[in-house]
């Protein structure tokens, strides 16, 4: 086994701690990152705070990095030792079943590998993410980073944009099309700059105008106060497709009631049960719909489209030590709008 240094859940802490981590020895079609630059996803957050003592598994979050390939196995013709690279929440799939083959290895029916608290498809061992400073993984998920995306600023694309990208192109979202994004967080944000490149005409949902001008600046035309009745009400009908990004359990029945004859809610954030109205989605032909990280093929394409239109996350970067304030500040809405570490200090 290899060593590296990382940031694992505490028992029933809530917290993260800086450990020692064993990573295997590469497989023949493995790549070795030096993890530069790791996303704080809200998914991660849901993962430490849902961490408790009845948990055998270790947690080391983080699933959207960029770095540098410092070790390639045998086998391994993608990469060469100091490519840039960027791993997203997916480290492997079974690579035969239908959804596979067509690219949509997030939805494979083995179930994907996910980049933590994953089992890995050959020692069956948990696997461990990227708030660490190495990562082994599959050189088939492992992406060449487009030059020109800043690698700091593109660990985001890796789950936060896939996630939002993979619906809007599913749903055919391009020039002239509706889009609302409802919560202006890490996916949020990124839903309205890659709605606004493809050419939607792309307005913010989020819950007061404290976002009005932060919305603006990323491109949407329009903001909509979700708690404002008034405001919800004049805008019935109003989107081709809605992208739902609120982080926390929701009626949806208000959303479902601003898409347009045939259009789409895509319900992204909060995933569980959630209770519709049938009417809502009777009453216009709507259609409601999920989805969740994205494939091979959706993936590199996203990144060639952030490289050409200059998308990437705004962030604000901060030392991994301070992961545990780092956490806090996220569940107080307190980012603008994305976190990322800058593992630099596990060296
Ligand atoms: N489908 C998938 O595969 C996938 C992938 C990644 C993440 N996720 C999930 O997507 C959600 C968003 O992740 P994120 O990283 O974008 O989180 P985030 O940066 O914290 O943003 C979430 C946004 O939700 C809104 N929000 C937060 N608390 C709320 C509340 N109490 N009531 C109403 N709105 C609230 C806020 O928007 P406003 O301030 O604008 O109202 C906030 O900016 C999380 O639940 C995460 O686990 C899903
Ligand atoms: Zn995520
Ligand atoms: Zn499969």
Redesign the pocket.
Same mark, same amino acid.
């Given at each position: 086994m290899r060593t590296t240094v990382g940031w694992q859940a505490v028992r029933a802490g809530n917290t993260l701690r800086r450990v020692s981590l064993e990573r295997r020895e590469l497989r023949g079609d493995d790549v070795a990152v030096r993890v530069d630059y790791c996303g704080v996803?809200?998914?991660d957050l849901?993962a430490v705070r849902a961490h408790t003592d009845n948990d055998d598994a270790p947690l080391v979050p983080g699933h959207e990095f960029t770095g540098v390939v410092t070790d390639i196995g045998r086998e391994v013709a993608r990469f060469a030792i100091g490519d840039t690279v960027a791993v997203g929440n997916i480290v492997d799939s079974c690579g035969t079943c239908a959804m596979c083959r067509q690219g949509q290895e997030n939805f494979c029916y083995e179930f994907p590998t996910l980049t933590y608290s994953g089992t890995d498809r050959h020692d069956g061992s948990t696997t461990l993410g990227g708030y660490s400073r190495e990562y082994i993984v599959r050189d088939q998920f492992a992406y060449p980073l487009p030059t020109g995306l800043d690698p700091a600023a593109a660990a985001p694309l890796l789950?936060?944009g896939i996630?939002v990208w993979e619906p809007l192109q599913a749903l055919g979202v391009g020039p002239g099309s509706r889009v609302a994004v409802a919560? %202006? +967080?890490? #996916?949020?944000h990124l839903a309205v700059k890659l709605a606004v490149a493809l050419g939607a005409d792309t307005t913010v949902i @989020?819950?007061s105008t404290d976002?009005a001008d932060d919305a603006r600046r990323l491109g949407a035309h329009d903001l909509i106060v979700?708690t404002d009745e008034q405001q919800m009400t004049a805008s019935r009908d109003r989107f081709d497709v809605v992208i739902d990004?609120?982080?926390?359990p929701?009626d949806i029945d208000p959303y479902l009631r601003l898409v347009a004859l045939d259009g789409t809610l895509s319900h %992204? +954030?909060? #995933?569980g049960p959630v209770t519709v109205q049938t009417t809502d989605l009777l009453v216009g032909r709507k259609k409601l719909s @999920?989805?969740?990280?994205g494939g091979r093929p959706a993936t590199a394409a996203m990144l060639d489209f952030c490289a050409k239109h200059n998308v990437t996350a705004d962030i604000e970067i901060v030392p991994s030590k301070h992961i545990n304030e780092t956490l806090e500040r996220?569940e107080r809405?307190d980012?603008r709008?994305r976190f990322v570490l800058d593992m630099s200090d596990l060296s």
């Open positions: 996803c809200h998914s849901h789950c936060a996630t919560g %202006l +967080g890490g #996916l949020g @989020s819950r976002k979700s990004t609120i982080a926390v929701h %992204l +954030g909060h #995933l @999920s989805a969740g990280s996220l809405n980012v709008y």
